[in-house]
């Protein structure tokens, strides 16, 4: 099968795993979804924070040098805010994720692949898409939103945190200002985009891994190619929730 091909059985597959069809072996799926829960999520979070925190940090110092020019320096929170809960959260997660998690999905899948596993599984009447695909997609929807979450928390108050020691702006009224200007649709629109990314990474991660074919080197090559694919899917991804926002805002 070519790529195309591979693509279409994998995500026919995966739909036909949504009609819930009752399986002997719950716990088996169990544990792989706990397996990838852990790895998607709390494997996740320091890396997630340390960025995040960094990011916060930055866009604080990058307004206030130019709110400073016009007065305005008490709006470096809603800026800082609104950035990060709109679009730096979701795709500094996700770009994250892709890296860490994606390329995970794609070695551990083109290994098995060109080891033959994934015929042995079928040989045993396990479906290779539920036993793989399934438990990670599942993951990384839990996960990907809960980390969005963490990274905006992580971003405006380590913002917070740096405005009120370096620009001498009140604590109080830094976060009274965040918490006034944002509204619950820039938080949906947020976990919306976070969702979509989590379907991108998870797909593109497990397409790759099958099409693996011509030995050990091609588990670099499709990793490679999993991580690029998905940073340009997630980029636009982005341009498209953005526009939607703007047009229905």
Known sequence: ??????????????????????????????KRLLRDLASVGADS?????????????????????????????????????VTIIR?????????????????????????MQISEEIDALEVMGIEP??????????????????????????????GGA?????????????FNNSVEFLKLHDVLAGLVKAGGFAVAITIIGCWQGFLAREGAADVGRKTTNSVVISIFMIILLDLFFTALNFLFR
């Open 1 to 30: 099968m070519n790529g195309l091909q591979v693509l279409t059985w994998m995500v026919s597959r995966l739909l036909g795993c949504l009609r819930l069809t009752p399986t002997k072996k719950k716990s088996f799926y169990r």
């Open 129 to 158: 898409v539920r036993f793989l695909v399934l438990p990670k997609m599942i993951a990384m929807l839990i996960m990907v939103p809960c980390l969005t979450v963490w990274a905006d928390f992580v971003g405006i108050f380590s």
């Open 87 to 111: 679009e730096l959260g979701p795709l500094l997660t996700a770009i994250i994720v892709t890296g860490r998690s994606g390329a995970a999905f794609t070695a551990e899948i083109a290994t």
């Open 162 to 174: 740096f405005s009120s020691i370096a620009l001498g702006i009140n604590k109080v009224t830094y």
């Open 45 to 81: 979070i320091p890396i997630v924070s340390v960025i995040s925190a960094c990011t916060g940090i930055i866009l604080a110092l990058q307004s206030a040098q130019q709110l400073e020019k016009v007065g305005a320096i008490s709006y470096v929170a809603n800026l800082v805010g």
